[in-house]
């Protein structure tokens, strides 16, 4: 099992910054992809890909957010990054991290992210 927790977020205005973590703990060896999610706006019953890493360094991000939004990595901490700079109202949301291991995914619990004025 892997256990996965997020935090950083948070409050921001338009145009502002939030940097968020995700630790992985448990049998994390053989982790493929820590990714990324958060709902497309108006459908909670989905998920939408944010952006992905995985072990040997391929990133993908959603469109929405290339030029925005950083992921990386510390794959000795088991940890990943988003840092998300010009954040928008619309990316207003909670964002999930997932692990891929050995074809089975983990979630973690979220962590909210506001962008309001």
């Known amino acids: 099992q892997v256990q996965l927790v997020e935090s950083g977020g948070g409050v921001v205005e338009p145009g502002g910054s939030l940097k968020l973590s995700c630790v992985a703990s448990g049998d994390t060896a053989g982790i493929a992809a820590m990714s990324w999610y958060r709902h497309p706006p108006g459908k909670q019953r989905q998920l939408q890909l944010v952006?992905?890493?995985?072990?040997?360094?391929?990133?993908t991000y959603h469109d929405s957010v290339k030029g925005r939004f950083t992921i990386s990595s510390d794959f000795a901490k088991d940890t990943i990054y988003l840092q998300m700079d010009a954040l928008k109202p619309e990316d207003t949301d909670v964002y999930l991290c997932?692990?891929?291991?050995?074809?089975?995914?983990?979630w973690g619990r979220g962590t909210q992210v506001t962008v309001s004025s």
């Open positions: 997932n692990a891929q291991r050995y074809l089975a995914d983990y």
């Open positions: 952006a992905s890493i995985n072990s040997g360094g391929r990133i």
